[in-house]
T-cell receptor, first 113, second 115 residues
Framework: DAGVIQSPRHEVTEMGQEVTLRCKPI?????LFWYRQTMMQGLELLAY????????DSGMPKDRFSAEMPDATLATLKIQPSEPRDSAVYFC???????????FGSGTQLSVL | AQSVAQPEDQVNVAEGNPLTVKCTYS??????LFWYVQYPNRGLQFLLK??????LVKGSYGFEAEFNKSQTSFHLKKPSALVSDSALYFC?????????????FGTGTQLKVEL
């Protein structure tokens, strides 16, 4: 398996634009997580899914962020409108069950100018 | 609420010397503990985990961690450090009894191994 695949690796956009981050989890993994990493806050859990259903998105700013899993092979994280404070590395991770280790993607480096 | 503390932002050690990266946790129930490592421009990689059983857990790349319930600690150790061990290390915890699926990470400790 190729592991968790995220795209794009880098995204530079201007404030106010819509940004869509994509993630392909490992086949057969039931759990999907979105994390954000910044120097100031460290790793923050934004949202997670089980079998494509959202379980918790309390870590996301609701007014501008949305997370979905249109199918088992694709998860998206959308930011609209984007702001400079959203600049961070966004990681997607998946796991087979709730007690197993997470497999992380390589992340998307987002810069909002 | 569950939380993790990594009291050291950076740990420096000479190659060949033993290393310890500290972690303490707080949960209301039984803890499920992890260590992950992050190399530059990469995602986190799993090192080891503790859920129950032997307090000394062995993991990847010669790392091990000791669970101490009375001190609520889960320190990462390696008997002999390598330059290639230099990376960012994260401790994480999940409360098995009522914490849901959330895995809470510490702020990370930068390990620097020098020749």
């Amino acid at each position: 398996d190729a592991g968790v695949i995220q795209s794009p690796r880098h995204e530079v956009t201007e404030m106010g634009q819509e940004v869509t981050l994509r993630c392909k989890p490992i086949s057969g993994h039931d759990y999907l997580f979105w994390y954000r990493q910044t120097m100031m806050q460290g790793l923050e859990l934004l949202a997670y899914f089980r079998n494509r259903a959202p379980l918790d998105d309390s870590g996301m700013p609701k007014d501008r962020f949305s997370a979905e899993m249109p199918d088992a092979t694709l998860a998206t994280l959308k930011i609209q409108p984007s702001e400079p404070r959203d600049s961070a590395v966004y990681f997607c991770a998946s796991s087979r069950t709730q007690n197993e280790k997470l497999f992380f993607g390589s992340g998307t480096q987002l810069s909002v100018l | 609420a569950q939380s993790v503390a990594q009291p050291e932002d950076q740990v420096n050690v000479a190659e060949g010397n033993p290393l310890t990266v500290k972690c303490t946790y707080s949960v209301s129930g039984n803890p499920y503990l992890f260590w992950y490592v992050q190399y530059p421009n990469r995602g986190l990689q799993f090192l080891l985990k503790y859920i129950t059983g032997d307090n000394l857990v062995k993991g990847s790349y010669g790392f091990e961690a000791e669970f101490n319930k009375s001190q609520t600690s889960f320190h990462l150790k390696k008997p002999s450090a390598l330059v290639s061990d230099s990376a960012l290390y994260f401790c994480a915890v999940r409360d098995l009894t009522g914490g849901g699926n959330k895995l809470t990470f510490g702020t990370g400790t930068q390990l620097k191994v020098e020749l």
